[in-house]
DNA sequence: CAAACAAGTGAGCAACTATTCATATGAGTA
DNA sequence: TACTCATATGAATAGTTGCTCACTTGTTTG
């Protein structure tokens, strides 16, 4: 049964409609696509790359991120926000300083993942 | 010994400069950061996941594609390209018809990866 | 050859994003 | 209390990006 198949009803210009709704069957859910969608495009900026990266070799203090990656503080701090709203880093305040580290181990393996990709070309 | 800091050298308004020193030292290069940013960027799209989930259920065509996502094909076809040329999906024309699949293992596993961070919030 | 269709592409536009700058908050310190 | 410094944040701006629309290319078919 299943529900109708609205757009190739009434517009089949093409073809492969056993193989389109057998892909339909297996899609991913919208909610699925965009929470891909989402963590990735989170990953896919240099910045906060760079920043996730030295989090995985320790503990540090947004002062120190923004030494080492040559930036200024406020341009760290905002980055630091989107990756704190995702809960892919934590903060840990202490005294005037405020100590970042990676909140999910999936990172490390997307980043050892993505590393093996980017090397092997 | 190792080569100055630069600039933590006249402003070191802050502190740590041991761990800022040792994470320096196993930082990225810029082209792998870059690179990561880029493949990442790259499935930092709801479109662009959706295209890559598509295809790692099977070939399609740019029509089939662009019927299961629900969009024109001229916007799949734009995104098509940019997948092309970071070499994550493959073409193969047959008539006039040009049939896709995905040219890079990493994909899928980036994507089960990602799909476990998804899921388990 | 002409018509039909799949796919690719450039220009233009709207939406989004990363940074900067100015300022605010809040903790330590004189 | 007043001052300094670390961090956070809002507004504005410059750059990027994804889509649409119009058009082109190339292939099949009448």
Same mark, same amino acid.
Do not use: W
């Given at each position: 049964?299943?529900?109708?198949?609205?757009?190739?009803?009434?517009?089949?210009?093409?073809?492969?409609?056993?193989?389109?709704?057998?892909?339909?069957?297996?899609?991913?859910?919208?909610?699925? %696509?965009?929470?891909?969608?989402?963590?990735?495009?989170?990953?896919?900026?240099?910045?906060? +790359? =760079?920043? $996730?990266? !030295?989090?995985?070799?320790?503990?540090?203090?947004?002062?120190?991120?923004?030494?080492?990656?040559?930036t200024t503080s406020?341009?760290?701090?905002?980055?630091?926000?989107?990756?704190?709203?995702?809960k892919l880093v934590? %903060?840990?305040?202490?005294?005037?300083?405020?100590?970042?580290?990676l909140d999910d181990?999936? +990172? =490390?393996? $997307?980043? !050892?993942?993505?590393?093996?990709?980017?090397?092997?070309?």
């Amino acid at each position: 049964m299943s529900k109708d198949t609205s757009l190739d009803a009434c517009e089949a210009p093409c073809l492969h409609l056993d193989r389109v709704d057998q892909v339909r069957a297996g899609m991913l859910t919208d909610e699925a %696509a965009e929470g891909l969608a989402e963590i990735f495009g989170l990953l896919g900026d240099r910045t906060r +790359v =760079r920043i $996730l990266h !030295a989090l995985s070799l320790g503990e540090l203090c947004v002062c120190d991120i923004s030494a080492v990656l040559g930036t200024t503080s406020s341009a760290v701090s905002h980055q630091l926000r989107l990756l704190r709203t995702a809960k892919l880093v934590k %903060a840990r305040k202490e005294g005037k300083n405020v100590y970042y580290t990676l909140d999910d181990e999936h +990172v =490390r393996q $997307l980043f !050892a993942q993505g590393l093996e990709h980017v090397q092997e070309r």
